[in-house]
T-cell receptor
Framework: RKEVEQDPGPFNVPEGATVAFNCTYS??????FFWYRQDCRKEPKLLMS???SGNEDGRFTAQLNRASQYISLLIRDSKLSDSATYLC??????????????FGKGTKLSVIP | GAVVSQHPSRVICKSGTSVKIECRSL??????MFWYRQFPKKSLMLMAT?????????EQGVEKDKFLINHASLTLSTLTVTSAHPEDSSFYIC????????????FGPGTRLTVT
């Protein structure tokens, strides 16, 4: 059974803080990894893909550690608008070349003024 | 990013009726679309994978005769909740994968279904 695990939080941090989330996955054959952001009662929105070499987009940095089977998301200089639930997603081949995303349950972040 | 629309955004129906939800990829083609359900404060649960021109693949525990999926074109998939019951009340979200993409999925805005 393919599993994706995240600390549910909540993470309550002050504005300007740096916060990091980790996500572990069970399938060593997983190929693609993503972070999504979901606001309350809204759909998930793709935040960034996660590449083996690590990637950065403004205040957000994502990293992949294949050996330990985890991905991370670092948010620097937190803004109030960063408050949301962050979902990690792992892409797996469900058979016959059909790929599905398996989502973690999400980590809730609250940035406090 | 790619745009996926979903209609209706909110629907209230009586127990025993059927509800159809449409999912469209607006600016890209999607051979594969996915249907998820999310209960309040719970995680996304994949219901089925919808493949253009073929039968959908349902996850374990999801009744294919109750949740009818049709993916007639590269830009449209529909989910019909048949004989809806109050326990079917949930947030239904579709997603689509860009043919030219790297397996990322783009989500529609979701449909909030309330069955009374």
């Amino acid at each position: 059974r393919k599993e994706v695990e995240q600390d549910p939080g909540p993470f309550n941090v002050p504005e300007g803080a740096t916060v990091a989330f980790n996500c572990t996955y069970s399938n060593s054959a997983s190929q693609s990894f993503f972070w999504y952001r979901q606001d309350c009662r809204k759909e998930p929105k793709l935040l960034m893909s996660v590449y083996s070499s690590g990637n950065e987009d403004g205040r957000f940095t994502a990293q992949l550690n294949r050996a330990s089977q985890y991905i991370s998301l670092l948010i620097r200089d937190s803004k109030l608008s960063d408050s949301a639930t962050y979902l990690c997603a792992v892409n797996d081949d469900s058979g016959a070349g059909s790929y599905q995303l398996t989502f973690g349950k999400g980590t809730k972040l609250s940035v406090i003024p | 990013g790619a745009v996926v629309s979903q209609h209706p955004s909110r629907v209230i129906c009586k127990s025993g009726t059927s509800v159809k939800i449409e999912c469209r990829s607006l600016d890209f083609q999607a051979t594969t679309m996915f249907w998820y359900r999310q209960f309040p404060k719970k995680s996304l649960m994949l219901m089925a994978t919808s493949n253009e021109g073929s039968k959908a693949t349902y996850e374990q525990g999801v009744e294919k005769d109750k949740f009818l999926i049709n993916h007639a074109s590269l830009t449209l998939s529909t989910l019909t909740v048949t004989s809806a019951h109050p326990e079917d009340s949930s947030f239904y979200i579709c997603s689509a994968r860009d043919l030219a993409g790297e397996y990322e999925q783009y989500f529609g805005p979701g449909t909030r279904l309330t069955v009374t």
